[in-house]
């Protein structure tokens, strides 16, 4: 295993999922960008100020370290993770915080590459600023209701074609409240079965779907499966997490509900300010809402729409006066919950965190929301971009060098990948032979115009329309032979499909697509570790790892 390239993000285009040029002028041109943000990433030396401001303001670490104890306890946490807990009663101890919604085996591979960003950068941190430590913490997005974005997995099948396996499939749609605290039941053996006719046979098989089921079983919740497995790779590490399902959190959190309720639409406010500004050169990530709260009623998650009198839950006909709103603020909390919008001020809230490690479209809604943290009086903190990687095969590797491709061309155009290799295996070059004909054709028709501008000038349009329709025909002929002649290189098509399939599946990221397993099933349960310490975070580049 060992790193060949780096990829400027510049050189990638918008299209891909979570690129933007906010993205891009954040990672390498923060001038263009710094207004929207409170500190430069790349210069954490300076973040001293904000430690003593965080320093002075966190004020209620023993319940927080209690809930933390008690919530890392139930998923049998390692020693690393409890003492990391406890350097968290000091008020000279921060949080690099990253999080992610619960998805089912981990989720896509990102996941793990900002839990690895966050232990690492935690790690970096203490060496800068030894009077403080430092303690990396994973804050599970199980209050979503969002069940299609945990619910499924990505795998490569025996041919190398995507897969998207789903577990309780009937269930999309449904508002089912907090996903993380949703308990898989008997579809978790069908979703096994289907797991295991997908996954190519292996050495490794076996023993990585047994793994996966020391974690994921019946009777278990979405957040405590994903918490336990992905404690597993961090357990030297000491990875921390933090579940804000807990109604013990949700005390902490009342005072915002209270402000959001009382003084709204002051946040949106701030936020389509701070939006207005932004689009004019970039894009506004957050749409947000007259309010930015959920309520919890009967099962399902509901957003907040106020009226004059009263709020209405969004799609029922249930309907809370003002009074009554304020008063489960105050005394029942557990059933409010943050929309994108408040979610990052609750967790700094409930947190004290200096830096959140983020993905692309993280990093974008962060630009919108430093005038919200000033409003509820805490710091911004350093937004840290995620590592970011793309894995290659050795048998994909050789065929790129086989065909003299390179990665980006991939992300650039499949089209113009086609094109290429086409080229490189055919006898005729087709752009060559059309472009030759289409010059001689052109030739030709010069040639003419000046015989039949001598014999009746009248014919021009005429000899022009004749020129058009040759043009068309070399068209629809030239689109006939470049489909027979993919037919007679299908072989060579095939195995660039394989490239795509296993680099960029279905046309996006392959850390966006798939998930762990289908690398654990190729090497084993030590891959992880193995692929962590291949990847630095401070490149801030997407970094390509042949195998």
Not at 244 to 250: E, M
Not at 435 to 452: P, S, T, Y
Request: with cysteine; glycine share 4%.
């Amino acid at each position: 295993m060992n790193t060949t390239g780096w990829l400027d993000f510049n050189s990638l285009p918008n299209t891909l999922e979570g690129i933007s040029t906010l993205f891009k002028d954040y990672l390498t041109d923060f001038q263009r960008v710094e207004q929207f943000y409170e500190s430069d990433f790349r210069n954490l030396r300076q973040l001293g100020h904000q430690l003593e401001r965080i320093k002075q303001r966190f004020k209620h670490r023993s319940a927080i370290v209690q809930i933390l104890k008690d919530q890392n306890q139930r998923i049998n946490n390692s020693e690393a993770a409890f003492a990391n807990i406890e350097r968290l009663n000091s008020e000279n101890c921060m949080a690099v915080v990253t999080g992610q919604q619960v998805g089912i085996f981990g989720g896509p591979l990102y996941t793990l590459y900002k839990a690895h960003t966050a232990v690492a950068l935690a790690r970096h941190l203490r060496t800068i600023f030894p009077d403080y430590q430092f303690v990396p913490v994973f804050w599970l997005e199980g209050d979503d209701h969002d069940f299609a974005e945990v619910n499924n997995l990505g795998l490569l099948g025996q041919d190398n074609t995507p897969h998207r396996i789903e577990y309780a499939e009937q269930l999309k749609g449904k508002n089912l409240g907090a996903v993380g605290e949703l308990v898989f039941d008997e579809q978790l053996d069908i979703f096994y079965e289907q797991v295991a006719r997908i996954l190519p046979h292996s050495e490794f098989k076996t023993g990585a779907i047994d793994f996966m089921k020391t974690h994921y079983y019946r009777g278990r919740s979405f957040s405590d499966a994903f918490a336990s497995f992905l404690s597993s790779w961090f357990r030297d590490d000491g990875l921390v997490f933090l579940s804000p399902s807990d109604p013990r959190t949700k005390i902490f959190l009342s005072p915002i509900f209270i402000t959001e309720l009382t003084d709204y639409p002051k946040v949106s406010q701030l936020i389509i300010g701070r939006s207005a500004e932004l689009e004019d050169r970039y894009h506004a990530q957050i749409k947000t809402k007259a309010l930015n709260l959920f309520y919890f009623h009967k099962g399902g998650r509901y957003i907040l729409e106020p009226r004059e009198h009263d709020f209405s839950l969004k799609g029922t006909r249930h309907f809370i006066l003002k009074e009554e709103m304020l008063r489960i603020a105050h005394e029942q909390p557990e059933l409010l919950s943050p929309n994108v919008a408040l979610r990052p001020i609750c967790q700094d809230t409930l947190l004290p965190t200096i830096a959140y490690v983020a993905g692309p479209s993280e990093i974008a809604y962060f630009a919108q929301l430093k005038k919200v943290y000033q409003y509820f009086g805490l710091t911004m903190p350093v937004v840290y971009p995620r590592a970011s990687v793309t894995l290659i095969e050795d048998k994909v590797d050789r065929l790129l060098e086989k065909y003299q491709l390179e990665l980006p061309e991939f992300f650039s155009s499949i089209d113009k990948v086609h094109a290429k290799v086409i080229d490189q295996v055919s006898e005729v070059n087709i752009d060559e032979m059309f472009k030759e004909a289409g010059q001689r054709i052109n030739d030709l028709i010069k040639e003419m115009h000046f015989g039949v501008n001598y014999i009746d000038p009248t014919l021009l349009g005429a000899l022009e329309n004749v020129s058009e329709k040759f043009q068309q025909q070399l068209d629809v002929l030239r689109v006939k032979i470049v489909e027979a002649q993919q037919r007679k290189h299908e072989v060579a098509l095939r195995q660039i499909t394989k490239i795509t399939h296993t680099t960029l599946p279905n046309k996006n990221f392959q850390e966006r697509e798939l998930n762990i397993l289908h690398f654990l099933n190729k090497h084993g349960l030590d891959f992880p570790k193995m692929l962590f310490q291949e990847i630095p975070i401070d490149q801030f580049k997407h970094q390509i790892i042949r195998m």
